[in-house]
């Protein structure tokens, strides 16, 4: 390798690793930059001024002045790239967009039972491409497509090992991207749910995730990232044994915690319709607070076994955790009253995406590889 090579080289490092910092500082200044890479500071404006070039960054404002001149703010500049992502259920197709902020810039759903078959992947291919479309986004500007799966996804990303939700096992996940023009890039959906919820929260250090839909399922958030286990099935929590000899789970198996709160659960009393039932509970209605009430004491004993088995914050999210807010200082209470070593229950956590988390965090996973892959080639 030449001299001149290498200076590239350098040059091209330089400006990802300057790129990174904005990235995950949100917003910064030339200064601060220079201060928290320990770079030079010609060398910081060269190359923030190609990534303003490039439309990378931009300029958004000042800081307050220290007693010179007002330090000028540098940001990303989220419009320039975007990530499709889609969940796939049982009975429906959900499709957001996001920016490289992670902003959710648009979702949609669409009811679409899954089959494994070649007409539903044509389905998939077209609602994308007519979503895209809607969104009014160039396509070169999109990363990918993420897809979150409610199964175990094997590790190189080109199989779901098994699906009792949807009802596959060892099948190739080429079904799903053979039409679709764009990388494609696949998860467990409570894996993803929860990258979304940690997404932007630098000062998390680790956290349970619970979602709570029509199956039960999970993630545990550690160092940095997800903690899939020997077999990618870490974070399985809706087949933890909660109840021994109890009822029947989905999967064969009796006493499982997907038994006693799944989604269904609650939605199965108002004729399949979640928004029904609560409310049914906001209204007083004595059959769905009762109903209501033995969720949440399953749930407490769920939350606590979490609390004891990992001592950090759990998440509730899914489509429960979209309601759970209200709820929460009465569940923290109960979670409380059982906990051997704290009379606290602040640690449960309300999610902060209540529809298409795990969409949103399988597109996050193109947004994360382009930050940290920018200017590099």
């Given at each position: 390798m030449g001299p001149a090579q290498n200076r590239m080289d350098v040059k091209t490092i330089n400006k990802n690793r300057?790129?990174?910092?904005?990235?995950?500082?949100?917003?910064?200044?030339?200064?601060?930059?220079?201060?928290?890479l320990g770079m030079s500071m010609p060398t910081v404006l060269q190359n923030v001024k190609e990534l303003i070039a490039e439309?990378?960054?931009?300029?958004?404002?000042?800081?307050?002045?220290?007693?010179?001149?007002?330090a000028k703010a540098i940001s990303i500049v989220p419009g320039a790239r975007h990530a499709i992502g889609v969940e796939i259920t049982r009975q429906h197709i959900g499709i957001v967009l996001v920016d490289l902020s992670g902003a959710l810039l648009r979702q949609e759903r669409l009811m679409q039972p899954f089959r494994a078959e070649d007409h539903y992947f044509r389905l998939l291919a077209e609602a994308i491409e007519r979503f895209i479309d809607r969104c009014a986004v160039?396509?070169?500007?999109?990363?990918?497509v993420g897809i979150s799966i409610p199964g175990i996804v094997s590790e190189d990303g080109?199989?779901?090992?098994?699906?009792?939700?949807?009802?596959?096992?060892?099948?190739?996940?080429?079904?799903f991207t053979s039409r679709i023009p764009y990388p494609c890039f696949?998860?467990?959906?409570?894996?993803?749910?929860?990258?979304?919820?940690?997404?932007?929260?630098?000062?998390?250090?680790?956290?349970?995730?619970?979602?709570?839909?029509?199956?039960?399922?999970?993630a545990v958030y550690t160092t940095n990232s997800i903690y899939k286990g020997d077999n990618q099935r870490g974070g399985e929590f809706g087949h933890m044994t909660l109840v021994p000899g109890g009822d029947v789970c989905y999967c064969g198996k009796s006493?499982?915690?997907?038994?006693?709160?799944?989604?269904?659960?609650?939605?199965?009393?108002?004729?399949?319709?979640?928004?029904?039932?609560?409310?049914?509970?906001?209204?007083?209605?004595?059959?769905?607070?009762?109903?209501?009430?033995?969720?949440?004491?399953?749930?407490?004993?769920?939350?606590?076994?979490?609390?004891?088995?990992?001592?950090?914050?759990?998440?509730?999210?899914?489509?429960?955790?979209?309601?759970?807010?209200?709820?929460?200082?009465?569940?923290?209470?109960?979670?409380?009253?059982?906990n051997t070593f704290e009379r606290d229950g602040s640690y449960v956590k309300a999610c902060r995406y209540t529809q298409e988390a795990s969409a949103v965090?399988?597109?996050?996973?193109?947004?994360?590889?382009?930050?940290?892959?920018?200017?590099?080639?």
């Open positions: 300057i790129y990174r910092y904005v990235y995950a500082n949100g917003m910064t200044s030339k200064q601060g930059i220079a201060a928290g439309g990378l960054l931009a300029e958004t404002g000042t800081f307050e002045s220290t007693g010179g001149r007002k160039p396509r070169d500007s999109l990363l990918g080109m199989a779901i090992v098994s699906s009792h939700v949807i009802g596959v096992m060892s099948f190739a996940t080429e079904a696949f998860a467990n959906d409570a894996n993803a749910a929860c990258a979304a919820e940690i997404h932007g929260q630098a000062e998390m250090e680790a956290s349970v995730y619970l979602s709570l839909s029509n199956s039960v399922g999970g006493g499982c915690l997907d038994a006693y709160c799944n989604a269904q659960v609650l939605s199965s009393l108002a004729n399949g319709n979640l928004d029904d039932f609560f409310a049914k509970v906001d209204a007083g209605d004595r059959d769905a607070m009762a109903a209501w009430d033995r969720y949440m004491e399953h749930l407490a004993v769920a939350l606590n076994n979490l609390r004891m088995a990992f001592d950090c914050n759990v998440i509730i999210g899914g489509y429960v955790g979209a309601y759970i807010d209200k709820h929460l200082p009465k569940l923290a209470a109960m979670v409380a009253d059982r965090g399988a597109a996050l996973r193109h947004v994360d590889e382009f930050a940290v892959n920018v200017s590099l080639g």
